[in-house]
């Protein structure tokens, strides 16, 4: 006969009695995470609705937001050239000025570089070096990436030279400059008036020719930049244009940064 104590304990009918349920805190736990991850996954869901999150291309990028802000400043520029046109006409209709008056506002729209402007014109195109230039002269080190781009104080260097050589009117790329224009570059981009512009670079100056081009081979700085032209290669050329037009600025006059000295 066994001992009571070895064997198992029978209810009324001889079978094992039911096990008493017990809680365990690691069920719930485990619920609750399945739970929590239901919730990521519906969010996760409803966030995409169909489009790969992991991946940019859903994403704005800057650089499209740059050039959609640069496509529309152009729109804005070509429809308020159209307006200032109309605007002209009217007043040029009957605006009760004096020869006098209307000779002086035609000089003062000339300076300003809001109206058209013909004669002999030079252009001058920048580039960036091809990207995998050596130096092709002895003594030279091999160039780093900023020798072989653009950079602001070359386009700076190269309007200045033509304004000191006389020019009577300046274009840069498609827009005509003015005395508050600022020629700024960000990276190998050039931002002009709201515009972004990619090499290579079109300067375009109406003056004397011979003038226009002594002014540029006496510029100090571009002479600097002519040894990066003839050691790795930077874009450099000039030509003469002949009778051209340049357009007139199109865009706003006021000033948003300029504050009058009190």
Same mark, same amino acid.
């Given at each position: ?91 040029e209709a009957d605006d009760g000025r004096t020869t006098a008056e209307d000779e002086n506002l035609a000089r003062l729209e000339g300076q300003a570089g809001t109206q058209k402007v013909k004669g002999e014109a030079v252009t001058v195109t920048l580039n960036d070096a091809p990207p995998n230039a050596t130096a092709k002269l002895p003594g ?17 260097? %190269?309007?200045?030279?033509?304004? *000191?050589?006389? &020019?009577? =009117?300046?274009?840069?790329?498609? !827009?005509?400059?003015?005395?508050? #224009? ?13 515009? %972004?512009?990619?090499?290579?670079? *079109?300067?375009? &100056?109406? =003056?004397?020719?011979?003038?226009? !081009?002594?002014?540029?081979?006496? #510029? ?43």
């Amino acid at each position: 006969m066994s001992n009571s104590a070895d064997s198992p304990r029978t209810g009324p009918t001889g079978s094992a009695p039911a096990r008493r349920s017990r809680f365990r805190p690691v069920r719930v736990l485990t619920a609750g995470v399945f739970a929590l991850a239901g919730l990521l996954f519906f969010t996760s869901f409803n966030t995409a609705k169909g489009t790969d999150i992991r991946t940019d291309t859903s994403l704005l990028k800057l650089s499209d937001l740059i050039q959609e802000r640069s496509r529309k400043n152009g729109e804005l520029d070509e429809s308020n050239a159209t307006l200032r046109e109309d605007v002209d006409s009217l007043a040029e209709a009957d605006d009760g000025r004096t020869t006098a008056e209307d000779e002086n506002l035609a000089r003062l729209e000339g300076q300003a570089g809001t109206q058209k402007v013909k004669g002999e014109a030079v252009t001058v195109t920048l580039n960036d070096a091809p990207p995998n230039a050596t130096a092709k002269l002895p003594g030279y080190p091999e160039p780093q990436p900023d020798y072989l781009v653009i950079h602001q104080q070359d386009l700076q260097a %190269v309007v200045n030279a033509l304004w *000191k050589g006389g &020019a009577q =009117g300046i274009k840069v790329m498609d !827009q005509r400059l003015i005395s508050t #224009s600022a020629v700024r570059c960000v990276g190998n981009t050039l931002i002009l008036q709201g515009r %972004v512009y990619s090499p290579p670079y *079109k300067i375009q &100056a109406v =003056g004397d020719p011979d003038k226009l !081009q002594q002014a540029l081979a006496d #510029s100090p700085t571009i002479q600097n930049y002519m040894v990066y032209v003839n050691v790795y290669g930077l874009g450099w050329k000039v030509t003469e244009d002949g009778p051209v037009t340049l357009p007139g600025y199109s865009g706003t006059v006021d000033l948003h940064y300029a504050k009058p000295v009190e």
